[in-house]
């Protein structure tokens, strides 16, 4: 499903905002359907907190306020969990498997 054109979706919302939400919840799914199985999950319980965000807030700048705090308080995170990266090392697996020694592109 494409996304209408602007001035249609705004027609939508001051006509039959009902059919518009119908219109996001389908495109938020399409979009979340077509991601990678493993992150599925995740973007499920996102847009969950993002509804229950919309539906606390009395008006939609209420929402938009609501909705950014939320990325910032996001964004924070990630930077510090940048900026300040944990003491432990991460855990591996890996076998590291030596390369061969050569001399005159001959294998010893």
């Known amino acids: 499903m494409n996304l209408p054109e602007f001035n249609d979706l705004l027609a939508l919302s001051r006509e039959n905002p009902e059919a518009?939400?119908?219109l996001r919840r389908q495109l938020v799914d399409q979009v979340i359907s077509g991601a990678n199985?493993?992150?599925q999950a995740r973007l499920r319980g996102l847009q969950f907190q993002i509804d229950a965000q919309r539906?606390?807030?009395s008006s939609a700048m209420g929402a938009c306020v609501r909705l950014s705090?939320?990325?910032n308080a996001?964004?924070?995170?990630l930077m510090t969990q940048?900026?300040?990266p944990s003491d432990t090392p991460p855990q591996t697996n890996a076998k590291i498997i030596?390369?061969?020694r050569s001399v005159n592109d001959e294998v010893l």
């Open 20 to 22: 518009l939400e119908r």
């Open 37 to 39: 199985p493993d992150t």
């Open 55 to 57: 539906q606390l807030s």
């Open 69 to 71: 705090r939320m990325m």
């Open 74 to 77: 996001s964004f924070a995170e």
């Open 82 to 84: 940048l900026n300040q």
């Open 98 to 100: 030596p390369f061969a």
